[in-house]
C-alpha cells in the first residue's frame, strides 16, 4: 500500500510523538517547509510539555490520530527524540489503512515507522525529518522530491563514498533505522513481520550518542531474535565524520557470523546527507557496484 504524491499547496501535518517541541525552534522549521510551496498544520499538542520530556501518551496520539483522520493532510512529518514507542497502543492503525498517506520521520521515529508498516502495510518513509528544511541542502530536496513529489527520478541517490565491508548481492523488501529502536522492537507486540518474506536491513546510529560498543550490543539483540533469519543483507549509513575502525570491525563479524552482505555510506542518518528509505519497498543491494536499488 503506497500513498499519494504531494501536490504544491498541499498540507504537511507536524507533530512530536517522541519529544518536547519547542515553537521558537520549530517556527524556522515550518517556515522551510512554506517556502517549498506547501501548507503547515500543526499538531494541537504539538509544543505540549505535559510530562517534562513529552505531550502525554494520549495527547501524542490524538495529534497523530487527527493527522490521519484529517484529509487536508496529505503528509504527516516529525523528529526523534526518546519516548515514541509509549503512545503506540493508542495509534489507531484502521484509520491508517482507510487513509494511507506519506508519513515520515527519523531516529527515534524507527519505532513508530515500522510499527504502523507491520500494522497496516503501508510503505512509510524513513530519513527526513522537519529540523533538515531550515537549510535544505541540495541533495536532500532532490531525495525529498524523488520519493513524494515525482520531480526526480525514483532513487536512492548517493552524495558519499560507499564501502563494503562484507561482500554479497541480496534481495529483500526494506525495514530498518536508528540501531537503538530498532533493537527494541524484538519482541513488541505491535511489531511483527511477513515470515515468508526476506529483508534488506538499514541501521545507522551516531557517535555522540552511542559508542561502538552499544552498535555492537544493538546488532546482538537484532541477531539474537527471529527476524534475523529473514534478514537477507545490512546496509550502514551514517555514524561519524572520520571512520570508525571499531565500528567496521563489529559490522564485518556481524556480516560474516550472519553470512551477510554488509555495505556502509554517509547518505541517511544523523549526519549531513538525508537521503530516505521506504520502508516496505522491495530492493536489490550489490556490494561489488556498491548499489542499491528499488525494485518496482
Known sequence: MNPSRLKKGDTIGIISPCHTAERERYMPFLA???NLGYQVKEGSNLYKNTYGYAASEQERADDFNNMVLDPQVKMILFGGG???NEFLPAIDF???KDSPKI???YSNGTTILNTVYAQTGLTVYYGQFPGMFQNLSQYDL????AHFTGETPFAFEKNSEWSAINEGICEGTLIGGYTTRFACLNGNKYFTFDKKKEYILFLENY???NEPSKISAHLAQIEQGEIIEHVTGLLFGHYSENKNEELIDILNRFGKKNRLP???CDDF?????HGILPIGIPARMDTYKKTLEFIK
Open 94 to 96: 484502521q484509520a491508517v
Open 103 to 105: 508519513i515520515c520521520s
Open 269 to 273: 542518518g544523523h549526519g549531513k546527507n
Open 32 to 34: 522551510g517547509i512554506r
Open 207 to 209: 557517535e555522540a550518542f
Open 142 to 145: 532532490k531525495q525529498f522530491q
Open 262 to 264: 554488509v555495505m556502509c
Open 82 to 84: 526518546n519516548v515514541g
